[in-house]
């Protein structure tokens, strides 16, 4: 199957030179989604469900705060709110946070002063922590980046060697929200109580029978950071995870880690964590040399 179906499918791979513009302009949009203050929704659904990190329910984020120690620096790329700092005060390390929000970066500014916050792309910003940190981790953000190479090779940049890059993000092997959302994106609990039967069918069709061989077919091609142009946030209310764009996988994630030199020291499909099953969650830690 040759790239021109792959694009045919709505699909770009970040890493070919051909695709760039398509995705510098997807960036322009993606930001604009991000810092409009319109979206506020957005902010109020982003960050639910993570206010408390527990084992039985966090059990990766547990993992990763339980391998640090005090006084470490950690710089969090696609921060969002404060949550990710008030849980990790209980490692006593150094946060910084960088989100391309402004308005929630100044938000968190005034909630946790203790932290620092910095305003800026996870694929460009944030120079100036360049080597310095012990930890460059990033929860729920590279799904979002338009350039993942781009953010994977900023993280190894921030850490000194013998730091460490960690990533916590969904697995969208079986396929993600913009490409089963129907006509609009809402859950099919909602759409089930507003009769919307038509719409509900049209999202089971594209998720048990539309998409499943062709998105083998993209996991199997050469594609390596396949990047969907067409995340329905952009032509439709946000819900849950419609502003995905990169068809993230583990061993996606673990190989570009890897072709930047670093060493992939954990995977979370290979640990045995009590309740992290089924999850559908890619876990990966890589130390820089
Ligand atoms: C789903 S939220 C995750 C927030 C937080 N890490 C968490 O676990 O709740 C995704 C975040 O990534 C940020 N983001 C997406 N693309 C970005 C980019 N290119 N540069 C900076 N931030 C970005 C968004 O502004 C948003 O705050």
């Known amino acids: 199957m040759g790239s021109n179906t792959f694009r045919s499918w709505g699909f770009a791979d970040a890493l070919d030179p051909s695709s760039r513009s398509e995705l510098e302009a997807l960036t322009k949009r993606m930001h604009a989604f991000y810092t409009d203050p319109a979206n506020a929704i957005y902010w109020e659904q982003a960050d639910a469900g993570n206010e408390r990190w527990l084992p039985e329910t966090h059990p990766y984020h547990c993992d990763l705060r339980s391998r640090m120690t005090t006084g470490e620096r950690v710089v969090d790329f696609g921060c969002g709110?404060?949550?990710?700092?008030?849980?990790?005060?209980?490692?006593?390390?150094?946060?910084?946070?960088?989100?391309?929000?402004?308005?929630?970066?100044a938000q968190?500014?005034?909630?946790?002063?203790?932290?620092?916050?910095?305003?800026?792309s996870v694929m460009d910003g944030a120079r100036e922590i360049d080597g310095s940190a012990d930890w460059a981790i990033s929860l729920f953000a590279i799904e979002h980046c338009t350039f993942p190479d781009r953010m994977l090779r900023r993280m190894a940049e921030a850490v000194r060697p013998g730091g460490r890059v960690a990533i916590l993000c969904p697995d969208f092997e079986p396929g993600m929200p913009s490409l089963r959302a129907g006509f609009?994106?809402?859950?099919?609990?909602?759409?089930?109580?507003?009769?919307?039967?038509?719409?509900?069918?049209?999202?089971?069709?594209?998720d048990k029978v539309f998409w499943p061989r062709r998105l083998r077919a993209v996991?199997?091609?050469?594609?390596?950071?396949?990047?969907?142009?067409h995340p329905r946030c952009l032509d439709a209310p946000y819900y849950s995870d419609t502003d995905a764009v990169f068809l993230a996988t583990e061993a996606k994630i673990a190989d570009h880690l890897q072709s930047l030199g670093l060493e992939v020291t954990t995977r979370g499909r290979r640990l045995d964590l009590p309740h992290a099953a089924n999850l559908g969650i890619c876990y990966v830690i890589a130390e820089k040399a």
């Open 81 to 105: 709110g404060t949550h990710a700092f008030s849980n990790l005060k209980l490692a006593e390390v150094l946060y910084t946070g960088l989100d391309w929000s402004t308005d929630q970066v």
């Open 108 to 120: 968190n500014r005034s909630r946790e002063p203790e932290a620092t916050y910095i305003a800026g």
């Open 184 to 206: 609009t994106a809402a859950t099919r609990r909602d759409k089930f109580r507003r009769l919307q039967w038509l719409d509900l069918a049209w999202g089971i069709v594209q």
């Open 219 to 229: 996991h199997r091609s050469s594609m390596r950071l396949p990047i969907y142009l």
